[in-house]
């Protein structure tokens, strides 16, 4: 059997998964390896088990919440048997930071048996601030990540280990507490049901969106991916996150590779 990528990824908005299967393809070109794509965003995909034949590699791709990696992926990451196999990490962030999250998903694929052969963090707009880091991934980010999956390729092909130098602290960042979160349904709904077919958690009704479940992740894929522009955040502690991030988040950040 052949040598394969796999791309494993949570992206309720895109972004994760566009990056993650960029460096994942760029990576299996030079390795001349296929590529096969996990994806963990909806209920139904997380339940999938992922295979890893021998000579295989992981490509982690994952949106950063709150600094670290999002705590909806960690019983994914927990079935995975690294056996020693090669893995690489890509965070994905809005422009703020990623705090730890880089270090926090080595260290829990350093737990599976995988070996962290390469790392990254790349910026993407905000899912909760769209004005901050608007249009990114832009034709910059595309390149460096281009030059970053060849590089990575070499780097797992060598065997390689960088878990030892992944920026962040032991403990993790603290997260704030959740507080209950729940997304308004606007007059212009047609009840379409595009919202509930994008929710990573499935709490949002088939029949009638605009019931909504608990547990809701912020993630804003049901704003992002309804064509009519009724799902939207409304509270005030939304939209104080909105106007902190977008004051304070205007300096572009460049992408940060670790070989």
């Not at 079935?79 to 893995?87: C, F, H, I, M, S």
């Not at 890509?90 to 703020?96: C, H, K, S």
């Not at 980010?141 to 060598?158: C, W």
Request: one cysteine or more; hydrophobic letters at 45%; glycine letters at 10%.
């Amino acid at each position: 059997m052949s040598r394969r990528i796999h791309a494993a990824v949570f992206s309720p908005t895109g972004s994760s998964k566009r990056m993650a299967l960029l460096l994942a393809e760029g990576m299996a070109k030079a390795l001349q390896a296929g590529v096969e794509l996990h994806d963990w965003t909806l209920p139904a995909g997380r339940e999938r088990p992922v295979r890893l034949a021998g000579g295989d590699v992981l490509v982690f791709g994952f949106p950063v919440y709150g600094g670290r990696v999002p705590e909806i992926c960690l019983p994914c990451l927990q079935a995975l048997e690294g056996a020693g196999r090669q893995a690489v990490v890509l965070a994905v962030y809005g422009n703020r930071h990623y705090d730890d999250a880089l270090l926090e998903a080595g260290d829990m694929l350093a737990a599976q048996g995988f070996t962290v052969a390469a790392a990254g963090a790349v910026i993407a707009e905000h899912c909760i601030a769209p004005a901050v880091a608007a249009g990114r991934p832009d034709a910059s980010d595309l390149e460096l990540l281009a030059a970053f999956a060849a590089s990575a390729a070499q780097a797992a092909a060598e065997g390689r280990n960088v878990a030892g130098r992944l920026p962040g602290v032991r403990p993790y960042k603290t997260l704030p507490p959740s507080a209950p979160a729940r997304p308004s349904t606007l007059a212009s709904c047609t009840r379409c049901g595009a919202c509930a077919q994008v929710c990573p958690l499935g709490i949002v009704g088939r029949d009638d969106p605009s019931l909504v479940g608990g547990g809701c992740l912020r993630c804003c894929a049901c704003v992002k991916f309804c064509p009519q522009g009724a799902k939207a955040f409304l509270d005030e502690r939304q939209e104080a996150i909105r106007t902190w991030l977008e004051a304070v988040c205007r300096d572009r950040r460049e992408p940060e590779f670790f070989l």
